[in-house]
């Protein structure tokens, strides 16, 4: 019972650097999300996507793109890293948005732009 | 837009001294409020759902209740692997993401 698996774990770029962050389900979810956590701020959404073809933009997008690859997958990319972006980086699924079901995360990726 | 303010910003209790957590929270129209755990370097595990005021959950020494304004989470007779990371948030009816609070830090020393 894997859930939602991130890779990698930890992951150090240059300022200017671009990366992909992989992110898949199990639980044959409709919806995914992307989060950062910063200290002091919660959890802020990056992007999600509804169903499998969609993605929207959430609450701090900039810097960042999103490609739901299929209904397992979704992946974040940072084009051009800054240090801004140090941040820890939660994937998460839900059977489907607007639905008031239990919103499953991953174990998290650690980002730092130096 | 959904706010979520979490008190205190952290706790310290002996084993055995029982408190509570509290979120407060506005939103346009609840859909859920969410009782997350976190532990160091892991990502947020589920605790509770609760929909609507008056309603009330339990799982071993956690207790969270919830009314228009507010919930709590109650942690009774705490233990030492109750330490941990408290997040709260909520989803409104129109809304697809969860907002976070910035959590309460549990330290529960033996």
């Known amino acids: 019972n894997a859930g939602v698996t991130q890779t990698p774990k930890f992951q150090v770029l240059k300022t200017g650097q671009s990366m992909t962050l992989q992110c898949a389900q199990d639980m044959n979810h409709n919806s995914m999300y992307w989060y950062r956590q910063d200290p002091g701020m919660g959890l802020r959404l990056i992007y999600y996507s509804a169903s499998e073809g969609t993605t929207d933009k959430g609450e701090v997008p900039n810097g960042y793109n999103v490609s739901r690859l299929n209904k397992r997958e979704f992946s974040l990319r940072l084009e051009s890293a800054a240090p801004s972006q140090t941040s820890v980086y939660f994937c998460?699924?839900?059977?489907?948005?607007?639905?008031?079901?239990?919103?499953?995360f991953g174990e998290g990726s650690w980002l730092t732009v130096v | 837009e959904d706010q979520v303010t979490q008190s205190p910003e952290a706790l310290r209790l002996q084993e055995g001294e029982s408190s509570s957590l509290n979120c407060s929270y506005t939103v346009s129209g609840l859909r859920g409020l969410f009782w997350y755990r976190q532990d160091p370097g892991k990502g947020p595990e589920f605790l509770f759902t609760l929909y609507s005021a008056g309603e009330e959950k339990e799982k071993e020494r956690l207790k969270a209740t919830l009314t228009k304004k507010e919930s709590f989470l109650h942690i009774t007779a705490p233990k030492p692997e109750d330490s941990a990371t408290y997040l709260c948030?909520?989803?409104?009816?129109?809304?697809?993401?969860?907002?976070f609070g910035a959590g309460t830090t549990v330290t529960v020393r033996a």
């Open positions: 948030a909520v989803q409104g009816y129109n809304d697809y993401k969860l907002s």
């Open positions: 998460a699924s839900t059977p489907t948005v607007l639905s008031g079901n239990t919103i499953y």
